[in-house]
Structure formats: C-alpha cells, structure tokens
C-alpha cells in the first residue's frame, strides 16, 4: 500500500545541522510532490515546503527560506529535508506527506513522523 | 498571507452529539480547503478535501460545507473513536499551505 517512512529520532546541539529522510512506497515515486511539516510537542501544524521528486523543483514557506533544503534521490525513492542552523525551537516532530495535484494541495499519506530534539 | 482562524479550540461533547467546527479563511479562498484528524501519538489523517468530499474509506457521519471564506466540519453523531484534535487546511496556487489552529474533541 502506499507508504512513507521516516527516518528514526534525532538529537542536535544548537548550531548543528539535520537532515530526515522519508522513503516512498507502493506508488509511482516521481508523479506526487512530497511536503514537510513539522509539530512541535501540544501545538498544530507548521508547513515547510515542498519538492517535486520527478524535476527536483522545491517551494519553501518564507519562515525557513535560507535554513532548509529538500532533495531526492529517485533511486532509492527518498526524499529529504535538511535544517541547518537548529535552534530550542526547532524542537518538533517533523513529518513528510504526499500531496496529489500540481501545486500541493490535500496531504495523504502522512509518514510517521521523525522526533527531533534540539538540546545543549 | 491568509490566516485561518479555526474554532473553537477545544470541545467537549457527549457519544452521539452533533458536533460542528469552523475555519474562517481572511480572505476568498474558494473550496481550497481540507480537513484532518489527528489521534494522540499519530500523524494527521486526510478526512475531506476540497471543503466537501469525503476521502475514500471515511466514515460517512464527517461531512465539510462552505465556500469563499466560511467553512464547517461536522460529525453527525460523535463516537468514542472520534476523540482527535481536528485541523483545517488551506491550499493555493502560490503554492502556500497553512493550517488552521486546531480543534481537541473530547467526549464528555
């Protein structure tokens, strides 16, 4: 069935880097955009951006342009979101989810989630 | 940008109940709009798109109306597994997503 799985927890130091992956399942990995958002711990959800994994074209909301980069690699049917300079708030459950028309649209399925940690 | 304004936060109701929640867009943004359902400890799940249809496999008591900037999501008749917070979602051709804040359903 189609499926996207996340890469296991992380924890970061301020200042670091991180990079999530998300692995697609049961469809055709190149014809649905893939959107991150991420969940910190009680509050709603934050939408990041988006990548096109047939062209590589990428759509960033404004909060994270200049902070996060969303590639692929069509071989392995991954994509992934990297997030440079973490900060305390970046604390979050971050999700990858497949999005179905030309611009990113309605959201299903959603992965399981990654939980990253950002701490001193 | 257009904000999403979902109410009401938080909602207590009884097995059975009708219940209703909005999501008011600030500006037209014609049926562009989703609902989710999310269980504690699990990812969101689609349950309605484009403001009114029904994702394959839902059950039929959750239903969405509206258009331009008022939008309801409603389940007829609550049942325990209906316990989730609900978000509304809003979509354009920028692209631009965001979600509405949030509706915790719990059962009384």
């Known amino acids: 069935q189609v499926q996207l799985v996340q890469s296991g927890a992380e924890v970061k130091r301020p200042g670091a880097s991180l990079k999530v992956s998300c692995k697609a399942f049961?469809?055709?990995?190149?014809?649905?955009?893939i959107n991150w958002v991420r969940q910190a711990t009680g509050q709603g959800l934050e939408w990041m951006g988006w990548?096109?994994?047939?062209?590589?074209?990428?759509g960033y909301a404004q909060k994270f342009q200049g902070r996060v980069t969303m590639t692929r690699n069509t071989s392995i049917n991954t994509v992934y979101m990297e997030l440079s300079s973490l900060r305390s708030e970046d604390t979050a459950m971050y999700y990858c989810?497949?999005?179905?028309?030309?611009?990113?649209?309605?959201?299903?399925?959603w992965g399981q989630g990654t939980l990253v940690t950002v701490s001193s | 940008d257009i904000q999403m304004a979902q109410s009401p936060s938080s909602l207590s109701a009884s097995v059975g109940d009708r219940v209703t929640i909005t999501c008011q867009a600030s500006?037209?943004?014609?049926?562009?709009l989703n609902w989710y359902q999310q269980k504690p400890g699990k990812a969101p799940k689609l349950l309605i798109f484009?403001?009114?249809i029904l994702e394959t496999g839902v059950p039929s008591r959750f239903s969405g109306s509206g258009s331009g900037t008022d939008f309801t999501f409603t389940i007829s008749s609550l049942q325990p597994e209906d316990v989730a917070t609900y978000y509304c979602?809003?979509?354009?051709?920028?692209?631009?997503?965001?979600f509405g804040q949030g509706t915790r359903l719990e059962i009384k």
């Open positions: 500006q037209d943004i014609s049926n562009y």
């Open positions: 989810a497949r999005s179905l028309g030309v611009v990113p649209d309605q959201f299903d399925p």
């Open positions: 484009d403001a009114s």
């Open positions: 049961g469809y055709t990995f190149t014809s649905y955009d």
């Open positions: 979602q809003k979509y354009d051709n920028f692209p631009s997503i965001t």
């Open positions: 990548i096109n994994p047939n062209s590589g074209d990428t």
